[in-house]
């Protein structure tokens, strides 16, 4: 073990990738009462273009062996845990890899590019020491029961709970929402895999039958463009609220009466952790591990190719909005509950102690 008097972590955050779930986590992490027993060190991980390349590479490994280090914490699958964790074996230092994702659940990249990403991550798996998964979808994953010697459980991504029902911003006075408005949100990164085509067309529907609904969208994308055409084209830009990225995201969630997600795929969704601990009721995709959030008590689960069902459960929130607000309060208690530091904290602890103990 390092001389420190408390174990030294290094822990990832991915370059440019600020607001996204994994760099949430890992802040959170630190954040944490674990703060008093852990010495947690940021490794920022470059763009794989940066490490593909020997210099690069090099650079990285200097960066990790000079932290000294007693293991590194990290988030994979996909690239970032292969070079990561190739690092990791390089130097002899023990590695634990959360897994929040597989680059076989990717939708809009070719059957090659997929295979060769697929290699890349059973190699993050020969190399990482020990690695767990962010939900129990995951840890169900077929392909794991390979490196079941490795294998932790299944721990939750630490959700930092906020008991806050207010906000310095006023959203809907500042946008011109009426008073008898209903504002849904979404955030996250704006493209198709998260099921932006399909909202976007409910949502028209929906306004053009009820003048109350009102959706804002908090985040940036390669279809934001083309989805601010579609409302456009509609004419309907009153209807939709595009604020792009936002650091202060809770500040956010707070302003709306409901949360939505349409995403095709997803292992757990801190978006949808964060938003019910903001106290919004949800609908989301019955998709991955999102039922592990979301129930009948806490919101809606929908097939995001089901645009009927869709539109029939923005509908009935806007409705039930007394409903709404007691699986807002549900759903609050749930992330509370199951996704807290009370819960969440002592199972990292304990699979940091086992690296340490394997040390």
């Given at each position: ?84 964790s190739k690092a990791c074996k390089k130097l ?259 699979a940091y102690r086992i690296i340490l103990n394997?040390?």
């Open positions: 073990m390092n001389n420190c008097t408390k174990p030294v972590v290094l822990i990832t955050f991915t370059e440019n990738g600020d607001n996204g779930g994994p760099n949430n986590s890992h802040r959170n992490i630190i954040r944490s009462k674990l703060g008093k027993l852990y010495n947690f060190v940021p490794l920022i991980v470059p763009r794989a273009r940066t490490l593909l390349s020997k210099k690069g590479f090099s650079n990285f490994c200097n960066t990790i062996i000079n932290s000294k280090p007693d293991f590194v914490h990290f988030s994979g699958l996909q690239l970032e845990g292969y070079f990561v002899g230092i023990p590695s634990l890899m959360t897994i929040r994702g597989s680059s076989r659940d990717a939708l809009n990249i070719s059957f090659i590019k997929k295979m060769v990403l697929c290699y890349f991550e059973k190699k993050a798996l020969n190399f990482c020491t020990f690695f767990y998964s962010n939900s129990v979808y995951v840890s169900n994953w077929r392909f794991l029961r390979k490196y079941k010697n490795k294998s932790l459980g299944c721990i939750y991504n630490l959700c930092s709970y906020s008991n806050r029902t207010s906000s310095l911003l006023d959203i809907k006075k500042m946008y011109g929402v009426p008073e008898n408005g209903y504002l849904f949100v979404s955030t996250g990164r704006i493209i198709k895999d998260k099921g932006y085509d399909v909202l976007v067309n409910a949502c028209c529907s929906i306004c053009k039958e009820n003048n109350d609904f009102y959706l804002l969208v908090v985040g940036d994308g390669d279809y934001k463009v083309e989805m601010e055409k579609i409302v456009a084209k509609n004419k309907l830009e009153k209807h939709f609220i595009f604020v792009g990225y936002q650091r202060n995201v809770f500040d956010y969630l707070v302003c709306c009466d409901a949360y939505i997600s349409l995403t095709l795929h997803e292992t757990l969704g801190n978006s949808i952790i964060e938003a019910c601990s903001a106290s919004l009721p949800v609908i989301a995709s019955n998709v991955g591990g999102i039922p592990e959030i979301v129930n009948k008590e806490t919101g809606i689960l929908v097939d995001p190719y089901n645009m009927e069902q869709i539109i029939d459960s923005i509908n009935w929130l806007m409705e039930n909005r007394d409903k709404g607000i007691i699986m807002g309060l549900n759903g609050a208690s749930t992330v509370m509950k199951r996704f807290g530091e009370e819960s969440v904290c002592p199972n990292i602890d304990k394997k040390k």
